[in-house]
């Protein structure tokens, strides 16, 4: 069993719709982290955060520390949202290193 | 545009050959991290490098190896390569806990 886990692996929605990408994790951790991956392969980070919400334009991002739990939200998704998103965690204790899950690849179709 | 770039973009090797690969930090970063990633998959913590040390490695052999440079630039170096190492190799410098990652470097060996 992976340390991180998302859910959907794929995902597509139509323009407009609300998205909601989730992800559990195992280990102890100091920060969460999403990120975003367009097909050239770059790596955008989104969010980093170790407690309560945050968010930026369209997205937001939650983390439940006592359930192991993140989601990243996208409100009013729109083709141009079309990536892979990410869910990636740094272990307490670690020297910074990430443990990733596998990703959501998201297609907004318009 | 993180500030994070690798070189070469592309890069094609055969069974046994040894690869270099090069990343140049984030500007006042002195932490960067090699990733691995196969297609389809999340990346793979390979090492990271602090001040010129290594100071962290994943799950990843010996021909698997680095260095950081006083101006904080890293290569990365896989002797002896192997199909299995078809890869996008990330690399993200940092300062505290968030990444900045480049756009990868993205190998195949045939």
């Known amino acids: 069993k992976n340390e991180v886990e998302q859910s959907p692996q794929n995902l597509t929605a139509q323009e407009g719709e609300f998205i909601t990408i989730n992800c559990s994790y195992s280990v102890g951790i100091s920060a969460l982290h999403w990120l975003q991956q367009h097909p050239g392969g770059g790596i955008v980070s989104l969010f980093m955060?170790?407690?309560g919400k945050k968010k930026h334009g369209r997205l937001i991002a939650t983390i439940n520390i006592q359930e192991k739990h993140s989601s990243l939200h996208i409100t009013a998704s729109h083709p141009r949202d079309s990536a892979v998103y990410i869910c990636a965690v740094t272990p307490r204790g670690s020297q910074g290193n990430l443990i990733f899950g596998k990703g959501t690849k998201l297609s907004v179709k318009p | 545009e993180t500030g994070v770039t690798q070189s070469p973009t592309h890069l094609i090797k055969t069974r046994g050959q040894q690869v270099t690969l090069r990343c140049s930090s984030q500007?006042?970063?002195?932490?960067v991290s090699w990733y691995q990633q196969a297609l389809g998959q999340g990346p793979q913590f390979i090492f990271q490098?602090?001040?010129?040390?290594?100071?962290g490695r994943g799950n990843f052999p010996p021909r698997f190896s680095g260095l950081q440079f006083p101006n904080y630039s890293s290569e990365l170096n896989v002797n002896a390569l192997e199909l299995d190492d078809s890869a996008l190799y990330l690399c993200a410098s940092s300062l505290y806990n968030e990444q900045f990652f480049g756009p990868g470097t993205r190998l195949t060996v045939l």
């Open positions: 955060l170790s407690s």
């Open positions: 500007s006042g970063h002195n932490t």
């Open positions: 490098y602090y001040r010129e040390e290594e100071n």
